[in-house]
C-alpha cells in the first residue's frame, strides 16, 4: 500500500508566496513522474507542473515564472514553490505520485489536497 500526505497550504494575500510539500510512503520501489495540479470552485482538474525522476519540468502557461517545482527523490517529496500569487490562483492543490511498488506494479497516486486561498 501507498500513502501520500500534502501539506502547506493556507491564507496568504496578493503577490505572497507559499511552498506545497507532497510525501509518498509505503510499498515504493521507485517514482516516476510527479506534479501538481489544482481545481478551482465549480471548474476541472488542472495541471499545474510536473516534474519526471530525471529532473526535466512542465509547467502550465499560467504558473511559468511564477511557480517552482522540484523533488527529493530519496524522500519520495515533491515540492512546489508559488511566488508572486494572483488571486486566480485560489484553488485545491492536489499532487500526484506515478509509483512503482515493490510488486513491480505501476500505480498512480493523489493527495488529498491542500486548500489555497490568495486573498486580501
Known amino acids: 500500500q501507498v500513502q501520500v500526505v500534502e501539506s502547506g497550504g493556507g491564507l496568504v494575500q496578493p503577490g505572497g508566496s507559499l511552498k506545497l510539500s507532497c510525501t509518498a510512503s509505503g510499498n515504493i520501489l521507485q517514482i516516476n513522474l510527479m506534479g501538481w495540479y489544482r481545481q478551482a470552485p465549480g471548474k476541472q482538474r488542472d495541471l499545474v507542473a510536473t516534474?519526471?525522476?530525471?529532473?526535466?519540468?512542465n509547467y502550465a502557461d499560467s504558473v511559468k515564472g511564477r511557480f517552482t517545482i522540484s523533488r527529493d527523490n530519496a524522500k519520495n517529496t515533491v515540492y512546489l514553490q508559488m511566488d508572486s500569487l494572483k488571486p486566480e490562483d485560489t484553488a485545491v492543490y492536489y499532487c500526484?505520485?506515478?509509483?512503482?511498488?515493490?510488486?513491480?506494479?505501476?500505480?498512480?497516486?493523489w493527495g488529498q489536497g491542500t486548500l489555497v486561498t490568495v486573498s486580501s
Open positions: 500526484r505520485h506515478d509509483v512503482v511498488t515493490t510488486g513491480f506494479n505501476y500505480a498512480q497516486f
Open positions: 516534474m519526471t525522476r530525471a529532473g526535466s519540468s
